[in-house]
Structure formats: C-alpha cells, structure tokens
C-alpha cells in the first residue's frame, strides 16, 4: 500500500447559474482532481475546489505546489502512514484545499485498499445526511422559487441564505420572504461571508428576531476583533465560524475569545485528518457543528457526506451538501442523488465512487 504517484488534473464545468456572495461569485468549477497512486494499483481520489476570495488558492497554485512540493515527499509512504503524511504536508503554510484533497486521496485509497467505506475507516455513525440547501444573492421572489423547487423536487427543509450586502435591508427582505413562504416546517439560518460590519449584523439580527434563525456565520470579519465579540456576546443563536477558522488553533483562538459558538466543518479545507482533530475539538468544548460546502463538485459533496455520516455530532445536523445541482455536469460515473432531503454514502469501498473518462477527457484542462 505504498503511494507511488501523487496526480493533479485540472478541470473546468461551468454552472447553470452562478452562486454569488459578499466575499466572491463562482460561474465556472474551475477545480483540480487529485490522484493518489499506490503500488497495488490502487487509485484513491479527491477533488480540490480553490477558492482565491478565501484562502488564497487557485487552480494553477494547487497544481504546482502537488506537483513539485508534496508528490515527491509523499512518494514511498504507506497509506497507513497519515500522520507522517500530515506532517510532511504540515511543513508547507497554507495551502488548504490541495493538502486536504491529497489527505481525502489517500484515505479514500485506503478504504479500497481495505475494502472498507471511508466513513466506516471514520467512525461508522450512520450512512447518510440531511441536506442544507445553500442560497445565493438574489432578488427575494427567485430566491424563494430556488427553495421551493429544492423542497419539491427534492425534499430539503434546510436552507442557508447568504446574506453581507448594503443595505441591510435586501437580505432581511430575503430571509423574510423565505420564511413567509415556507413557513415553519424549514430551517433557516445565515452567513454572511464577512460581508457586513459588526454594527451592521446587529441592526439586521435584531429586524430578524422574529425569524427563528437556527445560527448565524461569520456575519462580520474576525479581524474586527472587539467588534465580533460584541456581537457575539449578544446573539442568542450560536454563532459559526467558518473561513476564520481554518485549523484548529484557530477555532481554539476564537471561541475561547467569545468569537464564535459553533464551528462549520469544510472537508474541502481540513481533509479527514484535519476535520477529525476539528470534531474531536468541537466535541470537547461543547461546540455544535455544521458540514459546511466549498461549493463543491458531486466528489467534494460524496467527501463532506463520508465524513458528516461518521460521527453522531456531524451527523444531528442537516450538512451543505447540494450545490453541485447548480453545475452543468460532474465527473463520476453514477451522479449523486438527494432524496427525501437526505444524501446517502455509497456501497462500495472508500468514498464509492469512481470517475468517468470520458468526461474527464472532455472536461480536463492540461490536453
């Protein structure tokens, strides 16, 4: 079970529609799938979203630090060896999501290897989600009509609705028309991608007390250090932290400082080694935890599901799992399916499944 090749292979697919949001907007999956080789002739895979307007990664950063920095220092490890894995990735700053795709290549590789699911290899918990449906900017009534469709066509009750524009009023509007046009039978929560001030996030929590938010995330920047606290320390929902805590020290940092309340877990971002310490952490001081979307392919989706599924606390919560029903393709052979608002892990070993060559040749970027 020995890694003989680490491989990254850029594809682009575009999206129905764009998601927009007050950090960014993405209008085409513009993302890297990752390879781990073993010398059983094994293939684990993973897929890597990069997100510039958030951790400052792109589709030819990821590529180039895979490439000429962690393959050749992986090349000959076990796959057993995870945690030497995690500290030669370690020894590179930054760079999330193209540690974490080969961290989720590796263990997926495993799981083949084993002929065990990744979510057994996890923890075993259960072997499917809820789904939270994620919202993007948008005038109320379309907004409205996107959730109503997702309700119907799939049965999803939990909605998270981007919020952070000016004024406050257009997404007070939003989160009001979905609410009246739903009702009670949905959840409903909010993130503001660091969009608004802390003053600001107050005004909009205070005109929406009537709303019956379930949480509110990252509505103002951590860096406004006394401001997020002050905010915090007067919400009565708790509070999520999601791009401001992208390793454990830092969720550490925030919720021991009155930052945050909760923390949003992105596979995409910690991998399953990293999102076990995160659980472990979350589990340890009484934190709530939401499965968080990178905006994800179906193979980022089938990652966040593999790990949400394995533990009781990932598991309680509906998990941001359905975005890729924006884009216009994937690249699995058996597209993922969201039933009576559930995402269920797949039968087969590892993350089960497996990517279809033809679209990967039609897709792919480095012909």
């Known amino acids: 079970m020995k890694i003989t090749r680490v491989e990254a292979i850029p594809f682009a697919i575009p999206y129905r529609k764009p998601l927009k949001f007050a950090s960014g907007e993405v209008h085409i999956a513009e993302h890297v799938l990752v390879c781990v080789h073993t010398d059983d002739g094994i293939v684990g895979i993973a897929e890597a979203p990069p ?21 050749p220092q992986l090349v000959g490890l076990s796959l057993l060896q995870r945690e030497a894995i995690h500290a030669r990735l370690s020894r590179t700053v930054g760079n999330p999501v193209a540690k974490s795709a080969i961290d989720m290549a590796v263990w997926d590789a495993l799981g083949r290897s084993l002929d065990l699911q990744v979510t057994e290899l996890l923890g075993g918990f259960t072997d499917r989600m809820r789904v ?34 000016r004024p406050v009023d257009l997404d007070i509007a939003v989160a009001r028309a979905l609410r009246e046009a739903l009702g ?44 997020r606290r002050w905010l915090v320390s007067q919400l009565d929902i708790p509070f999520i932290a999601d791009e401001s805590v992208p390793t454990p020290a830092d969720i550490t940092r925030e919720v021991l400082s009155g930052s945050a309340t909760a923390i949003n877990i992105k596979t995409a971002r910690t991998g399953f080694t990293v999102s076990q310490r995160v659980h472990h952490l979350a ?9 968080g979307n990178q905006i994800d392919g179906q193979l980022g989706s089938m990652c966040s599901v593999a790990f949400g599924a394995a533990y009781q606390l990932t598991a309680r919560r509906a998990g941001e799992l359905s975005n890729f029903l924006d884009m216009s ?12 608002g559930e995402l269920t892990i797949r039968p087969g070993a590892g993350l089960g499944v497996d990517i279809d060559p033809d679209k990967l040749a039609r897709y792919r970027q480095d012909h």
């Open 132 to 165: 939270s449906h994620m919202l993007g900017f948008d005038e109320p009534a379309a907004m409205v009509a996107e959730a109503e469709k997702m309700r119907d066509r799939h049965g999803i009750t939990t909605f998270k609705v981007k919020v952070g524009r």
């Open 51 to 71: 997100r510039p307007f958030t951790y400052g990664e792109t589709q030819d950063g990821v590529i180039a630090v895979i490439r000429k920095i962690f393959a």
């Open 329 to 340: 393709d994937d690249l699995l052979t058996e597209p993922l399916d969201i039933r009576g």
């Open 184 to 227: 009670d039978t949905i959840e409903l929560y909010i993130d503001g991608n660091r969009g608004w001030t802390a003053s600001e996030s107050a005004v909009a929590m205070k005109r929406m007390a009537d709303l019956n938010l379930l949480f509110a995330e990252e509505l103002c920047p951590a860096d406004d250090v006394l401001g």
């Open 283 to 291: 589990e340890g001081l009484g934190l709530e935890i939401v499965m």
